[in-house]
């Protein structure tokens, strides 16, 4: 039953839960790293575990704040092959955007794209000041001035081309 529980929410939460991180600008491997790991901390603690999404959107960006802030080069003698990033061969429109909404995102203030990236996800602004530690007062001030920025460089963006 429990695994049942679990495999259910995995299903349902990894691939958001990647975009998730992506939204708070860490590269798709680092993501999905960081994701995977996130669900193996909430698999060994499912019993315990009130909130589940929530629990594991926080440890997923509590490890992505940990990652960024450190600095440690690992060198090779050859870069990697890319992974696929398309789940299906028709979506390189979809991926398309969601980069170009990365570029967008990018150009933002680390605050405003935090709250940005915990909207998109599906949070409000009050589960999002909970999670961060800010009033929700603050939470829709930050979310209405990412609008209005977003909204300014794809405007610019669509006036250059």
Request: charged share 25%; with cysteine.
């Amino acid at each position: 039953m429990i695994d049942q529980e679990f495999t259910d929410f995995y299903r349902g939460t990894m691939r958001k839960l990647v975009a998730f991180l992506a939204n708070h600008g860490a590269n798709m491997a680092d993501a999905a790293d960081i994701a995977q790991a996130s669900m193996i901390k909430a698999y060994q603690r499912w019993g315990e575990i009130q909130h589940p999404k929530s629990w594991v959107y926080t440890v997923a960006a509590r490890a992505l704040v940990r990652k960024i802030s450190e600095v440690r080069e690992d060198p090779v003698e050859e870069v990697p092959e890319p992974t696929s990033l398309l789940p299906r061969p028709d979506a390189a429109g979809e991926w398309e955007y969601q980069q170009e909404a990365l570029r967008v995102l990018d150009g933002l203030p680390i605050r405003q794209r935090q709250v940005l990236a915990w909207t998109f996800t599906g949070f409000t602004p009050s589960e999002i000041a909970h999670q961060i530690g800010m009033s929700p007062e603050a939470v829709r001030a930050s979310l209405k001035k990412a609008r209005r920025a977003a909204a300014e460089k794809v405007r610019q963006c669509e006036e250059g081309q």
